[in-house]
């Protein structure tokens, strides 16, 4: 039996999600097995509110796929652990819970791809690059890196990045979008562990609303998408949560949520 490689703990309304396959977080089959588990887990917990995807490694968040692993397998079993690999990283788009990346190192390849997936990514300051080679090795990014990408810092730059296999650093990216906010090296997790916190207090059932909002909207037509947040506001005003966040702004408190 494989050791996992990939962990899900919990404290409070915060999951963590713990990469660590050393050296680089290189990913196989097993490993995303472990990452399947680890996001059911996460999903599954109706406690957690808010999932940090982060590295045990100091250097890396995660250096992409095992090419000795591509290398050692035939187009069918790497295609087999591509489509694997595709319903692991939807999990993350499809739950209602937010998940922040805390990237610490290199993010490479499919460890961009894995942090693509991630609703926010937080990065430390730094000189690790951030990027998507895998036109270096013949291949194109073929865990969601073709589409996640243009869509959160626009078709034409991530077109450039693709297609030369350019790697940023933590600053360059976060000009662009890729990364919603830099730290200092040594800050990164308490940070974002502040952050998850503090956005795990919400009101959960507005939030999983905004984001199904947001990325099922972007599907649609300007019509459709304002139909869509008709459809999902309505809910909301017969909730406890939202009865709870008028009488608090009436009685001026900070309000306490449940998630109902």
């Known amino acids: 039996m494989s050791e996992t490689v ?6 409070g309304a915060v999951g963590t999600i713990t990469l660590n396959r050393p050296p680089a977080n290189s ?5 995303m097995r472990d990452l ?15 999932v940090i995807l982060k590295s045990a490694s100091e250097k890396f968040f ?21 489509h694997f690999a595709h319903a692991t990283l939807e999990k993350i788009g499809h739950s209602h819970k937010i998940y922040v990346a805390a990237i610490n190192g290199h993010a490479l390849g499919g460890g961009l791809e894995m942090a693509l997936a ?12 951030l990027g998507l080679p ?11 890196g073709t589409q996640r990408l243009p869509r959160l810092i626009g078709a034409n730059k991530a077109l450039e990045m693709m297609i030369t296999g350019e790697n940023i650093d933590p600053e360059a990216a976060h000009r662009l979008g890729l990364v919603n906010k830099v730290f200092p090296a040594d800050r990164l997790l308490a940070e974002t562990e502040a952050y998850a916190h503090k956005v795990a207090t919400g009101a959960s059932l507005a939030i999983g609303a905004i984001k199904r909002c947001v ?15 008709r459809q999902l506001i309505a809910p909301l005003f017969d909730s406890a949560d939202a009865a709870e966040g008028f009488a608090a702004f ?5 309000p306490a949520y449940k998630g109902q």
């Open 118 to 129: 991630c609703d926010l990514r937080f990065a430390a300051a730094g000189s690790y690059r």
């Open 250 to 254: 009436a009685e001026k408190r900070p």
């Open 215 to 229: 990325y099922d909207g972007m599907q649609m037509d300007l019509p459709a998408g304002l139909a869509y947040e």
């Open 62 to 82: 995660s250096a992409g796929a095992d090419i000795k692993a591509f290398m050692a397998h035939d187009t069918a079993a790497n295609m087999d652990m591509i």
């Open 27 to 31: 990913y196989e089959i097993n490993f």
């Open 36 to 50: 399947d588990a680890a996001i059911e887990a996460a999903n599954g917990n109706d406690a957690v509110k808010v």
């Open 134 to 144: 895998e036109v270096t090795l013949g291949l194109l990014p073929g865990n969601g």
């Open 6 to 11: 990939v962990t899900f703990s919990q404290s």
